[in-house]
């Protein structure tokens, strides 16, 4: 495993960017300028996925590709680095910049006449850890400004002059899934139900009260309390927890990150479109419950990035630009 030079100073006519994450494989065919001429999405995501399987799945998604322009870079982010996967790529302590990042880019050898070139996560002291959300920050437009990557994991991740220098993870996504779908609070839930609005509200602003962190664990029975002695619907508990577990972290991520006020467009959103609508109906009740001097730091919405943000910060990281 070797370290990649930095790119040539002259841009690569097209590239063959990848984020592969732990579910799925997105792939974009760039021009020289980091404009998207073509896109792929496959579902063979990168956990799972037998290590001697890497390199076919390449070939299936991006082989024809790597053979009309065949001195187009390849390069990937996400969980094809991770321990297990293609290769790994050890992980990059903070602060960590673009030059940074692409100095510690690793080299998987491919069958596609050349290498793909695998970019590293990043690293705290805590420890905490992440993989692709460099690569979307780089990609995000922006050199100040606190980013909220909502998902599995959530990541919150801070700029600061174009350099990452804090991030910190929420286990969001995952929580909510667990007790959606296992124990005594699925059971109470019962089968999918059409999403309530009103119910997810309330589990913002439960979320929101003095004293909430410390009875987090007593709150969670709540959910089932209410179902099974109080004839609240199943429906309406499970919207609710979601609004109270976004709504936790919001709030938790706001407080920690905003010692210092954010530019107007510095609160940037980068996810899906259901799960970001989310955030930003979260977003009001949040800032409205924190003290004033918290709140006149925080914009008052989320900027959205676009789905491919993922693609310019790869092509940043070919070029150095």
């Known amino acids: 495993m070797t370290a990649t030079a930095p790119a040539r100073p ?4 097209r590239t063959i960017a990848i984020d592969w994450g732990s579910t799925r494989l997105r792939a974009w065919l760039l021009d020289s ?15 799972g996925l037998p290590p001697d ?7 299936e998604v991006v082989g024809d590709w790597a053979r009309t322009w065949p001195d187009a870079p390849m390069i990937a982010c996400g969980m094809v680095g991770a321990r297990g996967a293609m290769l790994e790529a050890p992980y990059v302590d903070l602060p960590a910049g673009l030059d940074t990042i692409r100095t510690r880019v690793v080299h998987a050898p491919t069958s596609l006449g050349r290498p793909l070139a695998i970019v590293a996560g990043l690293r705290t002291a805590a420890p905490d850890v992440l ?14 400004a606190l980013l909220c990557l909502p998902g ?27 007790l959606c779908a296992h124990g005594s609070l699925a059971k109470a839930f019962g089968a999918p139900a059409p999403f309530e609005e009103t119910a997810f509200d309330a589990g913002v602003a439960d979320a929101q009260r003095e004293g909430a962190d410390a009875g987090w664990l007593a709150a969670l029975f709540g959910f089932r309390a209410r179902v099974v002695g109080a004839g609240a619907s199943g429906a309406a508990e499970r919207a609710r927890l979601s609004g109270w577990l976004l709504g936790t972290e919001l709030r938790q991520a706001l407080v920690s990150f905003t010692a210092a006020p954010l530019p107007n467009d510095g609160l940037v ?33 989320f900027v959205r990035a676009d789905a491919e943000c993922a693609a310019r910060g790869l092509h940043r990281i070919v070029t150095g630009r």
């Open 269 to 301: 959103l980068v996810g899906e479109p259901a799960l970001a609508a989310l955030y930003e109906r979260a977003l009001p009740g949040v800032r409205a419950a924190m003290p004033p001097q918290l709140r006149a730091a925080v914009p008052a919405r």
């Open 53 to 59: 399987r890497f390199d076919g799945v390449l070939a």
């Open 152 to 178: 599995t994991h959530s990541k919150w991740l801070r700029l600061r002059a174009g350099v990452i220098d804090r991030f910190r993870t929420w286990l969001t996504g995952e929580l909510y899934a667990v």
């Open 10 to 13: 002259d841009a690569p006519g």
């Open 33 to 47: 300028g980091g404009a998207v001429l073509d896109r792929r999405d496959a579902p063979q995501g990168a956990i």
């Open 131 to 144: 993989r692709g959300e460099e690569t979307q920050a780089l990609g995000c437009g922006r050199t100040d």
